[in-house]
């Protein structure tokens, strides 16, 4: 079941676009504008030191997010089957 609920978090995350809200592009743009300004104060080896952190936490995060997507079904799952069971 994991399998198919890993299988199933991939096609979202490839096939279903999720268009942002405009507070969330504002914070984006924040976001991105606050970077550049810090980056431009770094030197050539902390910019690499600073993209694997960048891509490590990156990482961590979309792991973070595939666990919780499948905990949440399987929650949501047995929620359902207990509501309709327990009668």
Request: without cysteine; charged residues 40%.
């Amino acid at each position: 079941m994991r399998k198919d609920l890993e299988d199933l978090w991939n096609y979202y995350l490839i096939e279903v676009p999720i268009k942002n809200t405009k507070k969330e592009d504002i914070l984006i743009k924040k976001y991105s504008k606050s970077e550049d300004k810090f980056r431009s104060k770094l030197t050539d080896d902390q910019i690499i030191f600073l993209d694997e952190y960048d891509d490590a936490v990156s990482e961590r995060n979309r792991i973070n997010e595939r666990h919780a997507f499948i905990k949440g079904i399987m929650f949501a799952t047995r929620f359902i089957f207990q509501a309709l069971y327990d009668d």
